[in-house]
């Protein structure tokens, strides 16, 4: 079923029903059309009703059809909004719940709307990159006002009905409905069934004092903070024609120009992917989504260091217990002390009320004994990165858990099925690998042992939305998915600084591309120490890899970045801006003249595309080795943990924009380069073979 017609007394009510969110899908259309058509046909019939079943009015387009030939076969949104715009009996909405986007729009064609309150009202769709193309950036103007409307179309955030009734002048809402909504809404098609003309908010006119002056205002602020997206100013720039078109179908126009040109920039592209991408990410091949989970209604988390007590208040937010478990009162003492810090610097903020504050502290125990913690359904283990360590902590772990308990561990580097095999429930084991801020970072890494129970993933893909964490699922390797490909990146850059770049010149390079942060700040802020115990594993482990030793250098100077005041950058005590080194400078021209290395000059670009490729390359090869399920995964893991720049889509899509072919192109050029590793640019067998079969990764 997809939209259902039944006549109560002499109203006709249309249910649109199309789980989960009534989205207005091809069927969906069409029987609301013929609804509407039944409703012109039935003379005992005086008004329409179009409400939507179960949790929502409408969430907007069906995202099924998205690209789809379907998604304009007709009737199409606007000829559905036309039918019911030029109904001859009026047609009221009965909106709750939800009513996003084209939802939004085919209520705005109706000629009442009535709504429940708490019913959240958006128009979501610059987020995606593209405005309303179904008369929302025309209608909700007149309907609601211009500032309003701007507001919502620009932002794309939702509003409560019952806060845009208040909006003085306002013809969106004709009445809030508290209790039934149907029934009230019947009354309320009752009322009005007899009263002609019929209102229409493509009659009204959207209105505003100093149109001039406004917009003008606008369009500074909203270029301002839009940069590198251009949906934001062209939904302004449809809801100005709003106000200065001539007619309703001139603003139209706009709006279709608009909507059409949108669809084609790659930005648009980036933002639809990365919306389907998060959305796949969180689906694992092999574990089907009806998988039956495990309750998870208590939390420990081993250690409160640095990563423990971000990872605890993940939980603490979402209102599960936690407990705390360390082998020190005093270390104890100090991840409580940290976690209260936080929580009191977000009320400061104004960010978190008082009493949510103590709320979460009252879920959050502490302990000194593993007895405590033996009825958790979830352990995490976040203590020092030593097997060791971990080997006694998952021991413990496993003689006192009780069965099905998930045992985690929030490891960055070790082997998780090392780790899984210190117990004898390897099925209950995973990697739980969190960013550091852990109650900041949206991503999270799921990796899955070689014995993990499907439950278990199943599990923790549900819990970490729970935590409002994008998952991504990783399988065992060194570094996983994120840090696996960083290390390439931060290889490239060392060659750079070795052929003449500076620290600050290759950052800036990078942050122009959109990188929040170039890789040498990157380097300074997380610790230099931290790459360099990895180099001085990978020249035992791999000593044909190439690095360059300028890091070394400078790391035997004790210049480990941020927390000792100076790294790739100098320090102010205290303070984080990054202030060129003549130290670093002096470093690299000794560095340079011991290798024997000229420094050229180096454009922005070639920094830009060593950086990137990299990253594509080595992802290319966690594809082909099944540790990453699919491209877009990656594309997650650096949008939500690495600062790639969203408009960019994440670098597998970026690579495609780009095109496989001009890839290759470039990393033939750059093996050519002699100061450059020729092996390092031989192109992931994927790659070749996508590029073969004229396929691109996305
Ligand atoms: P940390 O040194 O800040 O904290 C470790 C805590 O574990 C300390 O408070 C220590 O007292 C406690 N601890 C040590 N042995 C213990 C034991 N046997 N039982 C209970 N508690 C014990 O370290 P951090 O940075 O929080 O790292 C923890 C884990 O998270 C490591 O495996 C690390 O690789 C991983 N990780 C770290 C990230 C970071 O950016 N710091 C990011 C992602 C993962």
Redesign the pocket.
């Known amino acids: 079923m997809t939209a259902s017609y039944e006549v109560r007394g002499e109203i006709a009510v249309i249910t649109l029903n199309n789980p989960p969110v009534n989205g207005l899908g091809f069927e969906t259309r069409r029987a609301t059309a013929e609804g509407i058509a039944r409703a012109e046909a039935d003379a005992a019939v005086q008004a329409v009703l179009i409400t939507g079943a179960g949790k929502a009015f409408s969430g907007g387009a069906d995202i099924r059809e998205f690209g789809s030939p379907k998604a304009m076969a007709e009737p199409n949104l606007p000829s559905l909004i036309a039918v019911v715009e030029n109904c001859s009996k009026p047609v009221v909405a009965a909106i709750h719940s939800v009513c996003m986007g084209g939802g939004l729009e085919l209520a705005l064609g109706c000629h009442y709307r009535v709504a429940a309150p708490g019913a959240k009202i958006a128009l979501p769709e610059v987020k995606l990159g593209l405005l309303p193309g179904a008369g929302g950036t025309q209608r909700l103007p007149r309907a609601l006002g211009v500032e309003p409307a701007l507001n919502m179309i620009v932002s794309g955030e939702p509003v409560a009905s019952e806060l845009l009734a208040q909006v003085p002048g306002q013809k969106l809402f004709q009445k809030i409905i508290e209790g039934d909504l149907l029934a009230g809404a019947i009354a309320f098609a009752q009322e009005v069934a007899a009263q002609r003309p019929l209102p229409k908010v493509r009659e009204l006119r959207a209105r505003h004092a100093e149109p001039q002056a406004f917009f003008q205002f606008a369009r500074n602020m909203v270029g301002a903070q839009s940069r590198n997206f251009p949906a934001p100013l062209r939904c302004l720039e449809a809801v100005a024609a709003s106000v200065f078109s001539k007619s309703f179908e001139e603003g139209i126009r706009v709006e279709r120009e608009g909507f059409a040109a949108l669809m084609q920039t790659p930005e648009s592209k980036a933002l639809r992917h990365a919306f389907f991408a998060e959305r796949a990410a969180s689906k694992i091949g092999d574990v089907p989504e009806d998988t039956p989970q495990r309750p998870i209604a208590k939390v420990a988390v081993?250690?409160?260091?640095?990563?423990?007590g971000g990872i605890a208040m993940n939980f603490l937010n979402a209102g599960l217990p936690v407990t705390l478990?360390?082998?020190?009162q005093e270390?104890l003492d100090r991840?409580i002390a940290t976690i209260r810090k936080n929580y009191e610097a977000q009320v400061k903020k104004g960010k978190l009320k008082e009493d949510k504050y103590q709320q979460r502290m009252a879920l959050l125990s502490s302990t000194l004994s593993y007895e405590d913690i033996r009825e958790a359904d979830l352990v995490i283990e976040?203590?020092?990165?030593e097997l060791s360590?971990k080997e006694?902590?998952f021991k413990q772990l496993d003689a006192v858990m009780k069965p099905g308990a998930i045992l985690a561990t929030?490891?960055?580097?070790l082997d998780v099925n090392r780790i899984a095999a210190f117990t004898q429930r390897p099925q209950d084991v995973l990697g739980l690998?969190?960013?550091?801020p852990a109650n900041v970072m949206k991503l999270l890494e799921v990796v899955r042992g070689e014995h993990t129970a499907k439950d278990v993933l199943a599990t923790v893909m549900a819990l970490a939305k729970k935590i409002k964490k994008t998952a991504v699922v990783s399988g065992v390797c060194d570094g996983f998915i994120g840090n696996r490909m960083i290390e390439q990146y931060s290889r490239q850059a060392g060659f750079l600084l070795d052929e003449g770049c500076t620290p600050q010149q290759v950052d800036r390079a990078v942050e122009q591309f959109g990188f929040a942060m170039g890789p040498f700040r990157m380097g300074d802020l997380?610790g230099n120490d931290i790459g360099w115990a990895i180099r001085k594993r990978r020249y035992v482990e791999k000593p044909h890899l190439r690095y360059s030793a300028s890091a070394d250098r400078l790391c035997e100077l004790g210049r480990f970045g941020q927390k000792t005041g100076a790294g790739w950058y100098d320090y102010q005590p205290g303070k984080r801006e990054a202030i060129p080194s003549p130290v670093v400078e002096a470093l690299l021209s000794k560095h340079r003249e011991a290798i024997g290395a000229k420094p050229r000059a180096i454009s922005d670009e070639e920094i830009v595309q060593r950086l990137v490729f990299a990253l594509v390359n080595e992802a290319a090869h966690l594809l082909e080795e099944g540790i990453a399920q699919r491209a877009s995964d990656v594309d997650m893991v650096y949008l939500t943990g690495y600062g790639f720049p969203l408009w960019r889509g994440g670098p597998m899509c970026y690579a495609d924009t780009v095109g496989l072919f001009n890839v290759v192109q470039a990393m033939q050029r750059f093996a050519r380069n002699p100061a450059d590793d020729a092996a390092f640019w031989e192109p992931a067998p994927l790659i070749k073979r996508l590029l073969a079969e004229g396929k691109s990764f996305t």
């Open positions: 081993i250690g409160a260091g640095t990563m423990g478990l360390e082998t020190k270390a991840g976040a203590v020092f990165e360590v006694a902590v929030n490891t960055s580097t690998h969190f960013f550091s997380a």
